[in-house]
């Protein structure tokens, strides 16, 4: 198939011969270490070869380009700016050429006989001072190594080469063993070409389809057509390199699938630009869904780096925080120091500080889409709403803005409605220090629940999240704005002084005295404490400790092994008011057994509420003995399933 159904006819065989002696000339000795470096470890995977040449490539035709349009003259002008690439798996050979702005004798002999010079540094160092952004700015090469790249996959490189200027042509030709040969030749075309020929251990370079898959990984957006062949196939635009309100919506989505790899449209996009503290343009796009959720691991970072549309870094972990792991698209900056095989970076502060950046202006741009677009941005906190959950607790330096994007229900406001935590300060007033909140599985359970009642009651807003991550979140970022964030599962909840607690029921002295038997009945492995309450109302009795609610302390026990065989000694909270706890105060001085029953019980149920109850069937039997009591039977009698049997009473059952 033709790719993007662009094809071009493969240009004749140029009869490229040579038109007399060539002339020898050999390396200097250091550069023949030097191209045995680069041939055998400079770069890390010969794939990169093909990068590198169609990079040279893509310099000659923009120094043509240059030329043409400072109005200077150039040999067949008419020809298209292009690349070229051919292959042959029969003859095992690599052929690239392009049409630009090729190279003199001397110039063969200075750029190519001698390694590390660049061509191209040189050419920009002849525009400093002149008006030629474009041209400075789609300028690849730097270090002048890559064309020795070809030795890594060949036995012998051929080199045809017609200047724009009216020279004769030249071929150059070397195996790379110390030397090589320059004469002058016939039936070149104006640029240069390459043929490579590949050793055995490359002859894939010779396919196609390698050839090609290589392209699309790191030439896909050079700036001029290339061919394999005769097809095209860098037919996707590099759309960060263009004005934004350029771009359309259709361009957008094609672009989105080809970085992601996603079939889905984009949820979000930003296209970016910065100029201070380094140069850079970035595209990127949030999907309508992630595969995390699905249980099909961990979700691989997905913005790659390039330097002047030349791939550097495929979906490089180091450009943005892992927490923003969802994110897909481009970062492109010329800026970024490069090592000499443009593989590595040199300055990893540098890269920190563009990472910070982006990561800083993706935040931003959230934030500003929770207020232009509160629908959409709902349904993507559904989505990606634990990614931004986890960047809260790693991204230190973005926290208190990534605290912004959270929206919780509110108990003053209807379900399905969500408020930030902005709101929730703004409309609390400034005597509650305190940021109220309550982890759960649903509103009706929050609602029902003994530790909202006094709260409720007395109109202090809580919020309500139904994400158990968000536990994680409340206990390391422990406050926003000032306003600490306190569980209402905890101790730590503070009522004004004109909050209407409950009262009657046991004085403060009887309180005291009940809490002190209740904790002796209990013991010191159960309880830590047993304190009074002034925030329950219907219900006698909650666990609240100040380390945080039951289910982030569970939580930690799963996470502490050597904590699970057992519930710790819990804080107990009773309400004096209940008729449970003004009974069972009175039944402790007539039936210890019955009442040390109902303690434990009385216990077991504040668990439950609080969810640290591993285990509810060891309490079945207690349960049972209770039900003995309330039933009129004697709980010193002993009971078994015989005995229960024999004593049942059955009624008969008699037909009218």
Same mark, same amino acid.
């Given at each position: 198939?033709? *790719?993007?159904?662009?094809?071009?006819?493969?240009?004749?065989?140029?009869?490229?011969?040579?038109?007399?002696?060539?002339?020898?000339?050999?390396?200097?000795?250091?550069?023949?270490?030097?191209?045995?470096?680069?041939?055998?470890?400079?770069?890390?995977?010969?794939?990169?070869?093909? !990068?590198?040449?169609?990079?040279?490539?893509?310099?000659?035709?923009?120094?043509?380009?240059?030329?043409?349009?400072?109005?200077?003259?150039?040999?067949?002008?008419?020809?298209?700016?292009?690349?070229?690439?051919?292959?042959?798996?029969?003859?095992?050979?690599?052929?690239?050429?392009?049409?630009?702005?090729?190279?003199?004798?001397?110039?063969?002999?200075?750029?190519?006989?001698?390694? %590390?010079?660049?061509?191209?540094?040189?050419?920009?160092?002849?525009?400093?001072?002149?008006?030629?952004?474009?041209?400075?700015?789609?300028?690849?090469?730097?270090?002048?190594?890559?064309?020795?790249?070809?030795?890594?996959?060949?036995?012998?490189?051929?080199?045809?080469?017609?200047?724009?200027?009216?020279?004769?042509?030249?071929?150059?030709?070397?195996?790379?063993?110390?030397?090589?040969?320059?004469?002058?030749?016939?039936?070149?075309?104006?640029?240069?070409?390459?043929?490579?020929?590949?050793?055995?251990?490359?002859?894939?370079?010779?396919?196609?389809?390698?050839?090609?898959?290589?392209?699309?990984?790191?030439?896909?957006?050079?700036?001029?057509?290339?061919?394999?062949?005769?097809?095209?196939?860098?037919?996707?635009?590099?759309?960060?390199?263009?004005?934004?309100?350029?771009?359309?919506?259709?361009?957008?989505? *094609?672009?989105?699938?080809? $970085?992601?790899g996603a079939w889905d449209v984009p949820m979000y996009t930003l296209h970016y630009a910065a100029d201070a503290p380094v140069q850079l343009k970035a595209l990127f796009y949030i999907g309508q869904t992630h595969s995390e959720k699905l249980g099909l691991g961990r979700v691989e970072a997905g913005v790659s780096l390039y330097s002047r549309k030349i791939l550097i870094l495929d979906k490089a972990p180091a450009l943005l925080p892992d927490w923003l792991r969802f994110v897909r698209g481009v970062v492109d900056s010329e800026d970024v120091p490069l090592n000499l095989s443009r593989e590595l970076l040199q300055d990893s502060a540098l890269l920190a500080k563009i990472s910070s950046v982006l990561s800083g202006r993706l935040v931003r741009f959230l934030s500003d889409k929770a207020k232009k677009e509160p629908e959409l941005f709902a349904q993507f906190l559904e989505e990606f709403g634990n990614f931004i959950r986890e960047g809260a607790c790693t991204d230190?330096? =973005?926290?208190?803005?990534?605290?912004?994007?959270? !929206?919780?229900?509110?108990?003053?406001?209807?379900?399905?409605?969500?408020?930030?935590?902005?709101?929730?300060?703004?409309?609390?007033?400034?005597?509650?220090?305190?940021?109220?909140?309550?982890?759960?599985?649903?509103?009706?359970?929050?609602?029902?629940?003994?530790?909202?009642?006094?709260?409720?009651?007395?109109?202090?807003?809580?919020?309500?999240?139904?994400?158990?991550?968000?536990?994680?979140?409340?206990?390391?970022?422990?406050?926003?704005?000032?306003?600490?964030?306190?569980?209402?599962?905890?101790? =730590?909840?503070?009522?004004?002084?004109?909050?209407?607690?409950?009262?009657?029921?046991?004085?403060?002295?009887?309180?005291?005295?009940?809490?002190?038997?209740?904790?002796?009945?209990?013991?010191?492995?159960?309880?830590?404490?047993?304190?009074?309450?002034?925030?329950?109302?219907?219900?006698?009795?909650?666990?609240?400790?100040?380390?945080?609610?039951?289910?982030?302390?569970?939580?930690?026990?799963?996470?502490? *092994?050597?904590?699970?065989?057992?519930?710790?000694?819990?804080?107990?909270?009773? =309400?004096?008011?209940?008729?449970?706890?003004?009974?069972?105060?009175?039944?402790?001085?007539?039936?210890?057994?019955?009442?040390?029953?109902?303690?434990?019980?009385?216990?077991?149920?504040?668990?439950?509420? %609080?969810?640290?109850?591993?285990?509810?069937?060891?309490?079945?039997? !207690?349960?049972?003995?209770?039900? $003995?009591?309330?039933?009129?039977?004697?709980?010193?009698?002993?009971?078994?399933?015989?005995?229960?049997?024999?004593?049942?009473?059955?009624?008969?059952?008699?037909?009218?």
């Amino acid at each position: 198939a033709v *790719k993007g159904g662009v094809h071009k006819e493969v240009p004749a065989p140029a009869q490229e011969v040579s038109a007399g002696p060539g002339e020898d000339f050999e390396f200097q000795s250091e550069t023949r270490k030097l191209l045995d470096i680069v041939a055998s470890s400079l770069y890390s995977d010969k794939d990169v070869f093909v !990068r590198e040449i169609v990079s040279n490539c893509s310099d000659a035709l923009e120094k043509l380009r240059y030329l043409q349009a400072t109005d200077q003259s150039v040999t067949d002008p008419e020809l298209d700016l292009e690349i070229h690439i051919t292959t042959d798996e029969k003859a095992g050979t690599f052929t690239i050429s392009d049409t630009g702005i090729g190279m003199t004798r001397s110039e063969l002999i200075d750029n190519l006989g001698t390694i %590390a010079r660049s061509g191209s540094k040189a050419f920009i160092s002849e525009l400093e001072g002149a008006d030629t952004t474009s041209a400075k700015t789609n300028i690849i090469g730097q270090f002048g190594v890559g064309f020795y790249s070809t030795f890594m996959v060949g036995n012998e490189v051929t080199v045809y080469s017609k200047s724009a200027t009216d020279e004769p042509a030249h071929v150059w030709k070397s195996d790379g063993s110390g030397k090589f040969t320059i004469a002058e030749a016939t039936g070149v075309a104006r640029g240069t070409k390459i043929v490579v020929q590949l050793n055995d251990e490359c002859k894939k370079f010779a396919s196609e389809n390698t050839v090609q898959e290589i392209l699309e990984k790191h030439s896909n957006f050079v700036s001029y057509p290339i061919f394999v062949n005769g097809n095209r196939m860098n037919t996707v635009e590099a759309l960060w390199t263009q004005q934004p309100s350029t771009i359309t919506e259709e361009e957008h989505k *094609k672009f989105y699938k080809w $970085v992601s790899g996603a079939w889905d449209v984009p949820m979000y996009t930003l296209h970016y630009a910065a100029d201070a503290p380094v140069q850079l343009k970035a595209l990127f796009y949030i999907g309508q869904t992630h595969s995390e959720k699905l249980g099909l691991g961990r979700v691989e970072a997905g913005v790659s780096l390039y330097s002047r549309k030349i791939l550097i870094l495929d979906k490089a972990p180091a450009l943005l925080p892992d927490w923003l792991r969802f994110v897909r698209g481009v970062v492109d900056s010329e800026d970024v120091p490069l090592n000499l095989s443009r593989e590595l970076l040199q300055d990893s502060a540098l890269l920190a500080k563009i990472s910070s950046v982006l990561s800083g202006r993706l935040v931003r741009f959230l934030s500003d889409k929770a207020k232009k677009e509160p629908e959409l941005f709902a349904q993507f906190l559904e989505e990606f709403g634990n990614f931004i959950r986890e960047g809260a607790c790693t991204d230190l330096p =973005n926290q208190k803005d990534i605290m912004k994007l959270m !929206r919780y229900e509110s108990s003053k406001g209807k379900e399905g409605e969500v408020v930030s935590l902005a709101e929730y300060i703004e409309r609390n007033p400034d005597t509650q220090g305190q940021i109220y909140y309550m982890v759960t599985a649903s509103r009706k359970q929050a609602e029902s629940s003994p530790y909202m009642e006094a709260l409720l009651k007395n109109g202090v807003e809580v919020l309500y999240s139904y994400e158990p991550l968000d536990e994680v979140v409340f206990a390391n970022v422990r406050d926003y704005d000032g306003k600490n964030f306190v569980s209402v599962e905890t101790s =730590n909840v503070k009522f004004d002084s004109d909050i209407d607690v409950p009262s009657g029921g046991l004085t403060p002295a009887e309180t005291s005295e009940f809490c002190s038997w209740l904790k002796g009945s209990l013991g010191d492995d159960r309880v830590s404490d047993v304190v009074g309450s002034s925030r329950l109302v219907s219900h006698p009795a909650i666990i609240a400790d100040d380390s945080g609610s039951g289910a982030y302390r569970r939580m930690m026990r799963v996470m502490d *092994k050597e904590s699970l065989d057992g519930v710790p000694p819990q804080k107990l909270e009773v =309400n004096p008011a209940h008729p449970l706890v003004v009974s069972l105060r009175k039944l402790a001085e007539k039936d210890a057994r019955l009442a040390n029953l109902l303690a434990e019980q009385l216990y077991d149920n504040a668990l439950v509420y %609080a969810g640290l109850m591993d285990d509810p069937r060891p309490m079945l039997t !207690r349960v049972n003995e209770i039900m $003995v009591a309330a039933a009129g039977g004697d709980l010193t009698a002993p009971r078994s399933a015989s005995t229960a049997a024999d004593n049942a009473s059955i009624p008969s059952q008699t037909s009218d």
